[in-house]
């Protein structure tokens, strides 16, 4: 792989392009990292008011039949975008830990089992997420812990 830098006074905005002969795993990964990379605040919507949220300050991210809210110590905010959407534009910070919810790794305080093999996610202040099964391997390998984690 060949990577050019070009500086020119002229460009007025920074332009990405990547160049190959075939669409590749590896070139997913670089479109996710560049789009979510840059991903500092997302729009909530509470009543009739638009708030710019510091994806830092959101504990959760979920969906309730067909809406979409952000959890923040302050308020629960509603999005416009799909979950997946959502879960797409902030890979880098969250990680999906059931069908219907995202957390912020950043936020998880500790993890606990429940009966019959249930993980339980405890946030840092004090709401907790249950883990489905499905989503508890992922979820292990990014946070680096267990054998799943390596």
Known sequence: MQIKLIIDEKIEETEIQIHANTF???IEQIMKFLKSSKT????GYLQ???YMLKVSDIFFVYSEGAKVYFQTDEDEYESKLKLYEVEEILEKDFVRVNKSTLVNI???S???MEKIGM?????ENGTTAHVSRKYLKKLKKRL???RDGK
Do not use: A, N, R
């Open 110 to 112: 500790f993890m606990k």
């Open 144 to 146: 680096g812990i267990g």
């Open 24 to 26: 590749t795993d590896e």
């Open 48 to 50: 009739q008011e638009i």
């Open 106 to 108: 950043s936020k998880i």
């Open 40 to 43: 500092e605040v997302i729009d």
């Open 119 to 123: 993980m339980q996610l405890v946030m």
